[in-house]
């Protein structure tokens, strides 16, 4: 089952499990749900009135895109204008998508390991914890980087004639 639905003026093609990116928006506890769902998919391809389907999400993160350079130009003018933008944005996982009594959902995805700050990976060590050994450093590394013995002499010139 997949539904379309309406975030930020754009159109998406969802279903459960997808990961989209819409424009940011405001999150409360982190769950997101979709107010325009312009059509949804069940067995026989019905379409959905406002108010009659819901499409429910979990926030994922919130960053922004890659860098889109914005060039001005005018020949002959001697104008040039050089701009970046990094739009904003939500990432939203789909897990629920109500529809004429039916409601199809995303799986559970397994619990994210934490990661560990400095000061409680330092107390672990201490503890005699199993953490992983970081690989030994270079104790020489200006030993392993040959140096340079003979100097690039450039090539003698041809006399003119």
């Given at each position: 089952m997949y539904a379309v639905i309406r975030a930020g003026g754009k159109q998406y093609r969802v279903a459960p499990g997808d990961v989209i990116r819409v424009e940011r928006t405001q999150v409360a506890d982190g769950r997101v749900e979709f107010g325009e769902v312009l059509a949804v998919s069940a067995s026989d391809g019905q379409i959905a009135r406002?108010?009659?389907?819901?499409?429910?999400?979990?926030?994922?993160?919130?960053?922004?895109?890659?860098?889109?350079?914005?060039?001005?130009?005018?020949?002959?003018?001697?104008?040039?204008?050089?701009?970046?933008?990094r739009q904003p944005f939500t990432a939203v996982r789909i897990t629920e998508i109500a529809f004429d009594g039916q409601s199809?959902?995303?799986?559970?995805?397994?619990?994210?390991?934490?990661?560990?700050?400095?000061?409680?990976?330092?107390?672990?060590?201490?503890?005699?914890?199993?953490?992983?050994?970081?690989?030994?450093?270079?104790a020489a590394h200006k030993k392993s980087v040959p140096k340079k013995t003979a100097h690039r002499v450039a090539p003698k010139r041809k006399p003119k004639k």
């Open positions: 406002p108010g009659e389907a819901r499409v429910v999400g979990q926030m994922v993160e919130q960053g922004r895109g890659d860098k889109v350079l914005v060039f001005h130009y005018k020949r002959k003018k001697q104008y040039k204008k050089l701009r970046g933008h199809f959902t995303a799986p559970e995805l397994p619990p994210r390991p934490e990661k560990k700050t400095k000061p409680q990976a330092a107390e672990d060590e201490a503890a005699g914890g199993e953490t992983e050994a970081a690989p030994p450093k270079a």
